[in-house]
T-cell receptor, first 114, second 115 residues
Framework: AQSVAQPEDQVNVAEGNPLTVKCTYS??????LFWYVQYPNRGLQFLLK??????LVKGSYGFEAEFNKSQTSFHLKKPSALVSDSALYFC????????????FGKGTMLLVSP | SAVISQKPSRDICQRGTSLTIQCQVD?????MFWYRQQPGQSLTLIAT?????????ESGFVIDKFPISRPNLTFSTLTVSNLSPEDSSIYLC????????????FGPGTRLTVL
């Protein structure tokens, strides 16, 4: 069975500082990895994905994530946080072979203070 | 990307009743998914709905409780039957192209409160 772990319920960072939201995964074979963001009373918005190729993936709103196969991680990063980045972030994984549904982590609340 | 709308956006229902949630997509899509997001929890897949076939339910979810319709490639409904307070959640519709490497897109969700 595939799974995603987001070890932090909440991450606090000051505006302008770099941020990292952690994600590790478990899947049979190679993964497809995704990050989504959920603003209050809104659906999930796609941020970025890793399919293959370069381990550093760039996405929307200045976010990026680094795929590390040996550590089975896909941490979300941003060099300089904005207050408007405050939201709930979900990491998700799907196996890249056969039929596989998307499995989500429990989410990490990011709070960026002014 | 696909634009997805859901109706209603929220509802308050009495226990024992049912609520039907509609999901409309602005383009034809192969796969549609229904998720539940319980308060403070992650997303849990309820079922996958492909047009022209019966929905495929995940472990712990049954058709009698969560009947799904998928009459065409742009529309689906999820009914939550015989409501209890434990059904209070956000229900999200999602679509995918069927290609594993492609991201899924999500509707805004329907917030259900059962009294």
């Amino acid at each position: 069975a595939q799974s995603v772990a987001q070890p932090e319920d909440q991450v606090n960072v000051a505006e302008g500082n770099p941020l990292t939201v952690k994600c590790t995964y478990s899947v049979s074979g190679n993964p497809y990895l995704f990050w989504y963001v959920q603003y209050p009373n809104r659906g999930l918005q796609f941020l970025l994905k890793y399919i293959t190729g370069d381990n550093l993936v760039k996405g929307s709103y200045g976010f990026e994530a680094e795929f590390n196969k040996s550590q089975t991680s896909f941490h979300l990063k941003k060099p300089s946080a904005l207050v408007s980045d405050s939201a709930l972030y979900f990491c998700a994984v799907r196996a890249n072979s056969g039929y596989s549904t998307l499995t989500f982590g429990k989410g990490t609340m990011l709070l960026v203070s002014p | 990307s696909a634009v997805i709308s859901q109706k209603p956006s929220r509802d308050i229902c009495q226990r024992g009743t049912s609520l039907t949630i509609q999901c409309q997509v602005d383009s034809q899509v192969t796969m549609m998914f229904w998720y539940r997001q319980q308060p403070g929890q992650s997303l849990t897949l309820i079922a996958t709905a492909n047009q022209g076939s019966e929905a495929t339910y995940e472990s712990g979810f049954v058709i009698d409780k969560f009947p799904i319709s998928r009459p065409n490639l742009t529309f689906s409904t999820l009914t939550v039957s015989n409501l209890s307070p434990e059904d209070s959640s956000i229900y999200l519709c999602s679509v995918g192209s069927g290609r594993q490497g492609n991201e899924q897109f999500f509707g805004p969700g329907t917030r259900l409160t059962v009294l």
